[in-house]
């Protein structure tokens, strides 16, 4: 199977925040915003594996700006990084100033992973992902630490296994020592 590019996944939406989309502070409910990054990075996970996805787990979503009623907001995601039936996407939200410049500013981020399955619901393989920008090398690299970690968490590795964990902490030397 030949191995994609994560723009090979680019997904870009946009969408306005109308009134019924917002909260009593006029500004985007959480929940709207999390529905439509789940909508953005299913479409970019799609586009790698040209398969059946379905949402495994969202591991991280930051908030960091409020997005006000009548903004525009645009979601780009891209796969970070693809295992064996499972894919990590990121998802970038920037939101456009009012005025007649147009500036777009990231408000907020997310992390989701997808899992690919057939007609039946099983996993099936996909391609892998070579990363070409810094920024696309650099959540590759953080892809493997994110899923120890989660792995570790919920009871599915032991500590002692997650080699890029322990480089994170202890450094390259980490795999001498176990030795």
């Known amino acids: 199977m030949k191995a ?27 929940g709207q915003l999390l529905s439509w990054m789940d909508r953005c990075a299913a479409i970019a996970a799609h586009r790698h594996c040209r398969r059946i996805v379905v949402t495994a787990s969202v591991n991280n979503v930051s908030f960091n700006q409020a997005i006000p009623q009548g903004a525009i907001v645009t979601l780009e995601a891209k796969v970070s990084r693809a295992f064996s039936s ?29 899992v690919a399955v057939d007609q039946l619901g099983n996993p099936i393989n996909i391609p892998q992902i070579e990363p070409e920008t810094k920024i696309e ?33 202890l450094g390259d030397d980490s795999e001498k020592q176990d030795a």
């Not at 994609?4 to 909260?23: A, C, G, H, Q, R």
């Not at 939200?93 to 907020?108: C, L, P, Y």
Request: neutral net charge; charged residues 30%; glycine residues 4%.
């Open 137 to 169: 090398k650099d959540r590759y690299e953080g892809a493997m630490r994110r899923r120890q970690l989660a792995l570790i968490l919920s009871g599915k590795m032991d500590p002692s296994e997650a080699t890029e964990l322990k480089k994170l902490f």
């Open 86 to 114: 499972s894919m990590e996407v990121f998802v970038d939200v920037f939101i456009e100033d009012q005025t007649i410049a147009g500036k777009k500013s990231k408000a907020n981020e997310a992390i989701y992973t997808f």
């Open 4 to 30: 994609k590019t994560p723009s090979d996944s680019l997904t870009i939406m946009t969408e306005i925040v109308l009134p019924n989309d917002t909260n009593n502070l006029k500004n985007l409910f959480g």
